[in-house]
Nanobody
């Protein structure tokens, strides 16, 4: 089992920045990759960014050039730095862990609201 605790969401004006954090605990030795998804009202959950144990990253097209995912392996924490935020980035951002056995674990989510 892997437990995830997120922090860093909030309300920000368009053009502003936020940094999300997600700390993992439990069976952390089994983690293959960590990432962030988001879900806006009435929309499907979508991948924002992901980072593997080896540091390989991938981003949604909407996040490229504005968001940066990073990972502190010593703290078992993944971060999402979000710059140049837009109102369409408003969503619940959810931390995800994928284990070596391809099991997904999800955080409780943190609300990000971008006002225009």
């Amino acid at each position: 089992q892997v437990q995830l605790v997120e922090s860093g969401g909030g309300l920000v004006q368009a053009g502003g920045s936020l940094r999300l954090s997600c700390a993992a605990s439990g069976s952390i030795f089994s983690i293959s990759s960590m990432g962030w998804y988001r879900q806006a009202p009435g929309k499907q959950r979508e991948l924002v960014a992901r980072i593997t144990n080896g540091g390989f990253t991938n981003y949604a097209d909407s996040a490229k050039g504005r968001f940066t995912i990073s990972r502190d392996n010593a703290k078992n924490t993944v971060y999402l730095q979000m710059n140049s935020l837009k109102p369409e980035d408003t969503a619940v951002y959810i931390c995800n862990v994928l284990t070596l056995r391809l099991t997904n674990y999800w955080g409780q989510g943190t609300q990000v609201t971008v006002s225009s």
